[in-house]
């Protein structure tokens, strides 16, 4: 209790920070505290004397101004919008609320943080006795509208949400049945392997592999170079040639490959964060991500759920710049007791197929080598450089890359 | 902060038909996109559109600048196209050195400020008060370098910039928007926008149309060409039709190589009515509706397919079918 009202909204923040890969910064909540007190993208009445007001928050409409502060790209959206539906269905049942607050609660000791920083969903507390009100229809006004009073400009409105679903609520708010309740979703313990478990961060991996942006020099240059052209002057007293800047352009395509099935399970995550920053380095443009399980075979599979076969002819003609790099994630076997000779063949059978077209190729091997021994990726490593998925091996794959 | 002075909300209604005198083709926002543009203009900050090629991501600070300033809008919108070589600067200004240093051996005295040229978002801010704000599109930002959206934080935050050239540099010098313009930009994702940038802007994804409003884009488009092929209602919704069961399909298939957009449909109605009229009784391919069926003269069930399909597999691979 007693958090400033300033929170609005700042549980949905703070979990879509905590559990999604959007980067969001502080000035993107404050963005949306500034929205809400000008009544920005909130749906508008006319009244009886012909003038606009701010009518009753839609969920919709909720949804849609925090993604249009938030969801910085479509491929979130599906997370987001579980998110929200997690965090809508919390403002009404307010005692979750209260548990998940008290979980999130910094220790007593601590310093009380300032206004508009606690990281605690301050403002659903603050819901609950508004949620009580009998005569309140379902919806969301952030403003203070239903009380006859407008927000003014300095005051952040407050919220109070349907009541028609609390029927478990109640329970609980009067100390009944708070032991049996099933936890939330949320409260759960994450999985062990989650994005944090990169042997290094995505800064220092991006710095690392910033090298593997290849560029070339293209003749047809159209800009001018003043600075040698100045020089040239200097030396010669007049200008003889103008000097053109070189033009860059990307010459390489980063064809990564993941195995993501059986024992390869276990690495989805921090391997997913991988291939993330891998393509940000280099450019989604630049790089393509494919899935198998175990080796390729004839197909390789546009999504992790193998669902969306491509020949491998194709996939290699798809990518048209003039050099490849195949980046292969998988443990080659390496969790087996033993080396698997339809394994060793049928990844040499498909390197065969592809050597012709690829310059180079890096193996990303997530078991330590002393694993290797014996099993299918020793010999594996032989037909392709394999690397640990230590700090020491992801900084060597651009150095392998830089010295073609 | 200063708000703009009247505010008029983007309604979408000067363009929703084709515009003869100002030859503008119609262009039909959604009701999010509008909303999204209320917002970003409300909070000051740029409005980046992403979606697929061809769903009407440029096209919309056109029509913006048009319901604001009606037929004078060509002076207050600004537009900078992206290429792989575009940098920052150049859409702030550019600076003449040769000029100059050719001017200097001659001995022609000029004012330094003749040299240098502002480019869209440097004549923008020139442009913007909170009478009249500027517009000012930027095209397919995901074109240019992996660091030009960095380099252009600063000025798009503080609504101004230095010419160190000229000496117009500083709080007090610089070149400086006495109102931000608003700024709409595009990107088609081909490369990852930086997270220091993402993060001051305001985000809409344009979705392919449905139905109603692609039947309403095609009658604009019709309605814009020049011999304004009279289609009738059932036959352009019919066409539409065909096209749309071809995008779903084309869209679910993962070996597609580019899915046909908004522009695409456009042109083949085009083809379709232009067929559909000729004079030359060889070249007629007459349209006509059979049971809520789209019938061709010709037989074909998908005529003119190269106007739609733009690889040579994705053709192959449907003309076979057909």
């Given at each position: 209790m007693g958090h400033p009202p300033e929170l609005l909204f700042y549980g949905l923040f703070d979990r879509l920070r905590k559990q999604t890969e959007l980067s969001l910064s502080m000035d993107q909540y404050f963005l949306l505290l500034q929205a809400f007190r000008n009544h920005y993208g909130q749906p508008m009445i006319t009244?009886?004397?012909?003038?606009?007001?701010?009518?009753?928050?839609?969920?919709?409409?909720?949804?849609?101004?925090?993604?249009?502060?938030?969801?910085?790209?479509?491929?979130?959206?599906?997370?987001?919008?579980?998110?929200?539906?997690?965090?809508m269905e919390m403002l009404r049942r307010p005692a979750d609320v209260v548990r998940y607050e008290k979980q999130q609660a910094p220790p007593a000791e601590e310093p009380e943080p300032g206004p508009g920083m606690d990281g605690s969903p301050a403002m659903n507390i603050q819901e609950g006795p508004r949620a009580e009100r009998p005569d309140q229809k379902p919806g969301f006004p952030l403003d203070s509208e239903p009380d006859g009073q407008k927000a003014s400009d300095d005051e952040i409105p407050q919220i109070f949400v349907d009541i028609s679903k609390r029927e478990d609520a109640e329970g609980t708010a009067n100390g009944e049945e708070e032991e049996d309740e099933e936890p939330m979703a949320i409260d759960r313990h994450p999985f062990i392997f989650s994005d944090k478990y990169l042997p290094l961060n995505s800064r220092r991996l991006k710095h690392y592999w910033q090298h593997l942006r290849r560029f070339s020099d293209r003749s047809d240059s159209t800009e001018i170079d003043v600075k040698a052209t100045i020089d040239t002057l200097y030396y010669n007293g007049f200008i003889d040639?103008?000097?053109?800047?070189?033009?860059?352009?990307?010459?390489?395509?980063?064809?990564?490959?993941?195995?993501?099935?059986?024992?390869?399970?276990?690495?989805?995550?921090?391997?997913?964060?991988?291939?993330?920053?891998?393509?940000?380095?280099?450019?989604?443009?630049?790089?393509?991500?494919?899935?198998?399980?175990?080796?390729?075979?004839?197909?390789?599979?546009?999504?992790?759920?193998h669902t969306q076969p491509v020949d491998i002819g194709r996939w290699l003609r798809k990518m048209d710049q003039p050099h490849i790099f195949l980046f292969i994630i998988s443990d080659g076997g390496a969790t087996r007791w033993a080396a698997g000779n339809d394994r060793i063949a049928e990844w040499g059978a498909f390197f065969a197929r592809i050597d012709r077209r690829i310059d180079y190729k890096v193996w990303l091997n997530p078991m330590p080598r002393a694993r290797w021994e014996g099993k299918s990726a020793l010999y594996l490593s032989l037909m392709a450089e394999m690397v640990e998925a230590t700090e020491e091996g992801l900084s060597r794959i651009p150095e392998i890359i830089k010295h073609l | 902060m200063i708000?703009?002075?009247?505010?008029?909300?983007?309604?979408?209604?000067?363009?929703?038909?084709?515009?003869?005198?100002?030859?503008?083709?119609?262009?039909?926002?959604?009701?999010?996109?509008?909303?999204?543009?209320?917002?970003?203009?409300?909070?000051?900050?740029?409005l980046l559109l992403r979606g697929e090629p061809g769903s009407g991501k440029t096209r919309l600070a056109e029509a913006l600048a048009y319901e604001l300033y009606g037929d004078k809008y060509r002076d207050y919108y600004f537009e900078w196209h992206i290429k792989s070589t575009t940098k920052a600067r150049d859409g702030l200004y550019t600076f003449d050195h040769l000029g100059r240093l050719h001017d200097v051996q001659a001995f022609k005295k000029k004012k330094i400020t003749k040299?240098?040229?502002?480019?869209?978002?440097?004549?923008?801010?020139?442009?913007?008060?909170?009478?009249?704000?500027?517009?000012?599109?930027?095209?397919e930002i995901d074109k240019a370098d992996i660091d030009f959206p960095n380099d252009l934080l600063r000025e798009l935050e503080q609504q101004r910039f230095d010419i160190p050239e000229t000496g117009e540099a500083g709080q007090e010098k610089g070149i400086r928007a006495a109102y931000p313009p608003i700024v709409i930009i595009t990107s088609n994702d081909e490369k990852e926008l930086p997270n220091a940038f993402l993060r001051r802007c305001i985000f809409h994804y344009l979705e392919f149309p449905g139905e109603d409003t692609l039947v309403d884009i095609a009658r604009q488009k019709l309605r814009s060409l020049p011999n304004n092929p009279e289609l009738e209602e059932d036959i352009v919704r019919g066409l539409v039709r065909k096209f749309e069961a071809k995008h779903k399909e084309m869209r679910h298939d993962p070996n597609v190589d580019k899915v046909p957009s908004t522009s695409e449909l456009l042109d083949w109605l085009q083809v379709v009515a232009f067929y559909a009229f000729h004079k030359d009784p060889e070249s007629q391919n007459?349209?006509?509706?059979?049971e809520d069926r789209i019938v061709f003269d010709d037989g074909s069930e998908l005529p003119y397919p190269g106007v739609i399909l733009k690889s040579f597999d994705d053709y192959r691979r449907t003309v076979g079918e057909i």
């Open positions: 009244g009886e004397d012909g003038k606009e007001r701010p009518a009753r928050w839609e969920e919709a409409d909720l949804r849609f101004l925090c993604k249009t502060m938030w969801l910085t790209h479509p491929r979130f959206e599906t997370r987001f919008d579980q998110i929200f539906d997690e965090y040639r103008i000097a053109w800047l070189p033009q860059k352009e990307y010459t390489a395509h980063f064809a990564i490959i993941v195995d993501n099935e059986g024992s390869m399970i276990a690495h989805q995550a921090w391997v997913e964060s991988l291939v993330r920053t891998i393509r940000e380095t280099v450019g989604h443009k630049y790089s393509s991500v494919h899935y198998f399980y175990n080796y390729p075979g004839r197909v390789l599979y546009q999504d992790p759920r | 708000k703009e002075n009247p505010y008029r909300k983007y309604t979408g209604a000067p363009l929703r038909e084709f515009n003869p005198d100002a030859g503008l083709d119609a262009y039909i926002p959604s009701d999010g996109l509008k909303k999204a543009v209320e917002i970003a203009r409300l909070l000051q900050r740029p040299y240098r040229r502002f480019g869209p978002l440097g004549a923008a801010f020139r442009k913007s008060t909170p009478e009249t704000p500027a517009i000012v599109l930027i095209d007459k349209i006509r509706i059979d």
